[in-house]
């Protein structure tokens, strides 16, 4: 009885600790907007070594990509005076800009602390003549403005002696004495500077074992600090693109775009070239809706200068930020993404409560929108500004819920900003699109919703998390390959339906790829760098290979391409009739697959190169592109592969899903049944539905 009672009191707390962590979670997406702040020893330089600029990389890491002498680097520490540092006028600013919190860095490559720390005197109260702690300064400020409050940490030092040695990548692996280093002061910024809103880990390769300590580290100190992707390895709250990087779809997690006011640095560059104040403003305004629209929360940087002072240009940009928000915040914060699973032609939509705001790029003024089905139909559509609204006209076009509007003549930049009103709330988009009846439902046909992940930031990818199709007939059957076979998914039919499915191999068979069924015309390869998951959206299009490229009709080959190294993959492949076409790929560390401009598949392996897997390409008749991003992370040539097989072994079995009320229009969605930490991709590929 005793235990009972002990177990039922366990499960409460769990539920309410599960309650809170998702609140946590609610108030750090519906801030949307904040301000991140790279200051530190390497603003003292302004990117300016001997009197010349350092043109190469961001300014700081002017101590890699410039002065390359710790002991010359370090020695600034003795004039960096934080004379005009003024925590309180940098959290006024982020407030008056309409930021809801402040990433400041604590600690960057350079190994300089700008926190007081017991781990080193190579921080900026013993090393400078200021003696001052500018993250304490500042998260007091931030307390006294109701800002969150969060820090920025390099999982990367260049002054810990028994840390890997500096590399042109950054992506490091952490020694056992780094990683011990990095979890004293992280535990010294949890624990001595009151709440943290959220911890921004950034580069280095760490091993999972590495991530789960710091990550278990953080959040046994502060349980609603949210912790960001670049702890690498699944581990963490909210996914971080690359360095300013949009995704082209709503992601389904919680995930952050870190942007700079110019892209070549976060740090302060006394040499910058200029746009002008109005220019900033309209591209960061664009870039923060379209952030938010997809779902996303904007991290905004300044680099002030080695005094401590803000950038005047950066200032009064965000300014101008703070007063567009003022007209349009009410569209921007606490909303949610776009209810479609693609991006509009004429801009972006976020939806609030029983509206739905619809940022139109400029060009679109007096003329035409088209608005795809959503569950209901809006009862009004008003253009909104400076304290005005104007009645839009707009009317259904008879084409299955597809509603035309017509955009004033409004000269509004860099948005035209509408609300439509509905009489209820949770709208959501309904596909017009079928798949015929007859057709076999793979990823080519699929509405896939995507989450981010990394393993260290060169492996940042998209991964599928689910995939839905809408058709006219009920699925009966569900066909896959060996590499499924054992596999657990959950399968749900028109939100009522659910149903845990093992893939258990009942039926196999032979299937025998026809004779000249496809022609393969010859491979386009080319070196490339990057994150694993970017493949330029022009490969998917693209009619003329430069000298660059190199053709062949090789189906696998070995190049002398080192740790960090990439090669495109570009194939043209026409049929004679639709079909799955089985193909072996071979790779070193990861995979990354668009088949005529779609991505149907992604994989990093982290320890092991050399992979070798199947698999099958849904081919439409005619004409069909494959672009594959081949990734070497570890080893010391890259290999890569694509051989088309002539057969392959298929396991069919029957869904068997409970009987209903046969619809018109059926939504069936297949996702992953036990969620890896923290989403799951649902590696579904070589997976068929009937």
Not at 227 to 233: A, F, Q, V
Not at 512 to 523: E, F, G, Q, S, T
Not at 564 to 570: D, E, F, K, M
Request: aromatic share 10%.
């Amino acid at each position: 009885m005793k235990n009972r009672f002990i177990s039922q009191l366990v499960s409460i707390f769990l539920f309410f600790l599960s309650l809170q962590q998702l609140t946590n979670a609610q108030s750090w997406h519906q801030d949307k907007f904040s301000m991140f702040i790279h200051y530190g020893l390497y603003s003292h330089f302004g990117g300016v070594w001997m009197n010349e600029p350092v043109t190469r990389g961001y300014s700081e890491q002017i101590l890699s990509f410039g002065i390359h002498f710790s002991d010359w680097y370090e020695d600034a520490a003795r004039s960096f005076d934080l004379k005009n540092w003024d925590a309180n006028k940098i959290a006024s600013l982020a407030k008056e800009a309409g930021m809801r919190s402040i990433v400041f860095t604590s600690k960057h490559h350079d190994g300089f602390c700008m926190f007081k720390t017991a781990t080193t005197p190579y921080n900026a109260v013993e090393a400078t003549p200021s003696r001052r702690d500018p993250m304490k300064e500042l998260s007091e400020a931030c307390r006294k403005e109701g800002l969150n409050f969060g820090v920025y940490f390099s999982l990367i030092d260049w002054h810990f002696p028994p840390a890997m040695p500096i590399s042109s990548h950054n992506a490091d692996s952490i020694t056992p004495e780094h990683h011990r280093y990095n979890m004293q002061q992280v535990k010294e910024l949890m624990s001595n500077y009151g709440l943290i809103s959220e911890i921004w880990f950034d580069m280095g390769s760490l091993t999972p074992a590495q991530s789960q300590e710091l990550y278990g580290l953080v959040h046994d100190i502060q349980p609603d600090c949210k912790i960001s992707g670049r702890l690498g390895n699944g581990y963490h709250d909210f996914s971080v693109m690359a360095d300013n990087q949009l995704p082209e779809e709503p992601l389904v997690m919680p995930w952050q775009t870190a942007a700079s006011i110019y892209p070549e640095t976060w740090g302060y560059r006394s040499w910058q070239k200029q746009k002008t104040v109005q220019e900033k403003i309209d591209e960061k305004i664009t870039d923060l809706v379209r952030v938010v629209a997809r779902g996303g929360n904007y991290l905004l940087n300044i680099g002030p200068k080695g005094d401590g002072s803000v950038v005047k240009h950066e200032e009064d940009i965000l300014k101008g930020i703070g007063q567009w928000l003022k007209i349009y915040g009410k569209a921007i914060y606490g909303s949610e993404h776009t209810p479609y699973n693609h991006i509009m032609p004429w801009g972006e939509c976020t939806r609030q409560g029983k509206s739905m705001y619809l940022f139109v790029l400029p060009e679109h003024r007096n003329s035409i929108i088209r608005l795809l089905p959503l569950n209901c139909k809006p009862q009004r559509i008003l253009a909104i500004g400076a304290g005005k609204e104007q009645p839009v006209q707009w009317h259904s076009n008879g084409e299955r819920g597809i509603i035309d509007i017509e955009i004033p003549d409004i000269a509004e930049k860099p948005w035209i900003v509408l609300r439509a009103d509905f009489a209820e709330e949770n709208i959501r988009a309904t596909s017009h699109d079928f798949v015929h009846k007859h057709t076999a439902l793979s990823p080519s046909n699929a509405e896939i919703r995507f989450a981010h992940t990394c393993g260290d930031y060169y492996t940042g990818r998209n991964i599928a998390v689910s995939q839905t199709w809408y058709t006219e007939n009920l699925p009966r059957e569900i066909r896959y390959t060996e590499r499924e076979k054992g596999k657990t998914i959950d399968i749900q039919v028109n939100s009522s339906v659910n149903k845990t499915i093992t893939l258990n191999g009942a039926h196999e068979e032979i299937v025998r790829i026809k004779k000249n069924a496809c022609v393969l015309a010859p491979a386009h390869i080319r070196a490339t760098g990057g994150v694993l998951g970017s493949i330029p959206k022009t490969l998917n299009t693209k009619t003329e290979f430069e000298k660059e490229w190199l053709a062949t009709m090789e189906n696998n080959g070995k190049l002398p391409y080192g740790a960090l190294s990439a090669i495109y993959y570009v194939r043209d492949i026409v049929c004679s009739s639709s079909l799955d076409l089985p193909v072996e790929v071979v790779y070193n560390n990861g995979i990354h697959v668009l088949l005529n401009g779609k991505q149907i598949h992604s994989q990093f392996i982290r320890d092991t190169a050399d992979q070798k897997q199947m698999l099958l390409l849904p081919l439409n008749k005619g004409k069909n592109r494959i672009v594959i991003k081949y990734y070497n992370r570890f080893a010391p040539v890259l290999e890569w592969g694509f051989k088309p097989l002539d057969r392959y072994k298929r396991y069919s079995q029957p869904l068997n899903l409970p009987k209903e009320k046969k619809e018109k229009r059926n939504s069936i969605t297949i996702s992953g049944n036990k969620a890896i930490f923290p989403v799951e991709d649902i590696q579904a590929t070589n997976i068929r539905i009937r």
